[in-house]
């Protein structure tokens, strides 16, 4: 079962890293800004295909965004 919390931390923090807005990502994606969001607010989980579209868009490797939290730290 896929963390989805772990899921959107991760894909938020990479978007941030990569300097670029939900919309464009959402563009990007060939997704509505409202799905991105969803995702990043945890209230939904991409499926695996959108994934690996998001996950080389921030440019990170897909299993980074699924990778757990490391303990004691409050950021992913």
Do not use: T, Y
Request: hydrophobic share 40%; charged share 35%; proline share 5%.
């Amino acid at each position: 079962m896929v963390d989805d919390e772990r899921f959107e931390s991760h894909l938020w923090a990479a978007r941030k890293r990569k300097g670029i807005s939900r919309e464009e990502l959402a563009r990007q994606a060939n997704v509505s800004p409202e799905s991105l969001r969803r995702i990043e607010k945890g209230l939904s989980v991409p499926n695996v295909l959108l994934a690996i579209v998001l996950a080389g868009l921030v440019g990170v490797a897909v299993h980074e965004l699924f990778k757990p939290k490391k303990e004691g730290r409050d950021e992913p």
